[in-house]
């Protein structure tokens, strides 16, 4: 089980302070109804779940109350960002929305804190942003954290065969690489190829919104 661990954040706080502490991303505000859609589709109504790199908590809040019996544990290695998620967790009415952990999937043993097995792990718009050892680290940790059957799911711009699915996502990889050349867009084969090695299939991918995909991976027997 996934305990709600004691936070700094959580105290009685006004609702004027408690909004002045939740940032909202535009990019978040926009595909959380798709991935909502996405996910109803494939989630069980009870579970736990764990998103890593929550950023804003936006998601976290929206997945939460659109899954009640779903124990939802946000994280981010950004102290901002985990004062941000805790104030989105303070809200009446998301008793199970968790504290957020400090998890970052570049470190060795990063998922060892999280005791029992989960249904879901959900990271969205991190894999381009992150060098890929980050994906590596994430995906490994997944296979380690989900129970048989259990799903990853991964949201963001991706390559097909090595190749960009649109001219947006060409400029925007290139974009990516001059701030850091350890970031871009990663292949769904490549990311895949390291899931596989982790325990996980490729179930389906889904074309969404602004030439993005969901990836959706199963944990296999054994």
Avoid at 116 to 122: G, H, I, N, R
Avoid at 182 to 197: F, K, L, N, S
């Amino acid at each position: 089980m996934i305990d709600k661990p004691h936070s700094p954040y959580l105290v009685a706080v006004s609702e004027e302070t408690r909004a002045s502490r939740r940032h909202h991303a535009p990019a978040a505000g926009r595909n959380t109804g798709p991935i909502l859609d996405i996910l109803r589709g494939v989630l069980s109504e009870t579970g736990r779940a764990l998103e890593v790199a929550s950023g804003t908590g936006q998601h976290a809040a929206a997945f939460a109350e659109a899954f009640p019996g779903v124990d939802w544990q946000p994280s981010d290695p950004d102290p901002a960002a985990r004062t941000s998620i805790a104030a989105w967790a303070e809200e009446p009415g998301f008793a199970n929305l968790l504290s957020p952990l400090d998890l970052n999937v570049m470190e060795s043993g990063w998922h060892m804190g999280i005791a029992d097995k989960l249904d879901l792990v959900v990271c969205i718009n991190m894999v381009h942003i992150a060098p890929w050892v980050a994906c590596e680290g994430l995906l490994c940790g997944a296979g380690r954290l989900l129970r048989e059957s259990g799903l990853l799911y991964l949201y963001g711009p991706y390559m097909r065969d090595g190749k960009h699915t649109a001219p947006s996502n060409a400029a925007f990889d290139e974009s990516l690489r001059s701030r850091d050349s350890a970031w871009g867009i990663r292949d769904m084969g490549e990311v895949a190829a390291v899931a596989g090695a982790q325990g996980m299939t490729l179930e389906s991918t889904v074309a969404m919104p602004a030439n993005n995909f969901s990836l959706i991976f199963r944990k296999r027997a054994g």
